[in-house]
């Protein structure tokens, strides 16, 4: 039987899984929503929804550079209170 869903002409968007997985290990929060837009992408694209896929693919990458931004942030912070207190 074939596959009746959609398949949308042209290239997926991508989905910044490797982002948002790098900001999850930065910045759990921030990561776990970048984690949950990237991982919609590619379902929305197969279903035809090709604006909602290219929606959640902007929202997967600002979540993700928002917190590896904040993560890199509180990082550094950290890392100059410790250097301060040698």
Same mark, same amino acid.
């Given at each position: 039987m074939a596959d009746r869903t959609p398949n949308p002409p042209g290239a997926a968007p991508s989905n910044h899984l490797a982002l948002a997985l790098v900001s999850? =290990? =930065?910045?759990?929060v921030l990561g776990t929503?970048?984690?949950v837009y990237a991982a919609q992408v590619a379902a929305e694209w197969r279903m035809g929804n090709t604006w909602i896929a &290219? &929606?959640?693919s902007r929202k %997967?990458? !600002?979540w993700a550079v928002w917190g590896i931004a904040l993560g890199l942030v509180v990082v550094?912070?950290? !890392?100059l209170v410790i250097? %301060?207190? =040698?």
């Open positions: 999850l =290990l =930065l910045c759990t929503v970048a984690l &290219e &929606e959640y %997967a990458r !600002g550094g912070i950290v !890392g250097l %301060a207190e =040698l």
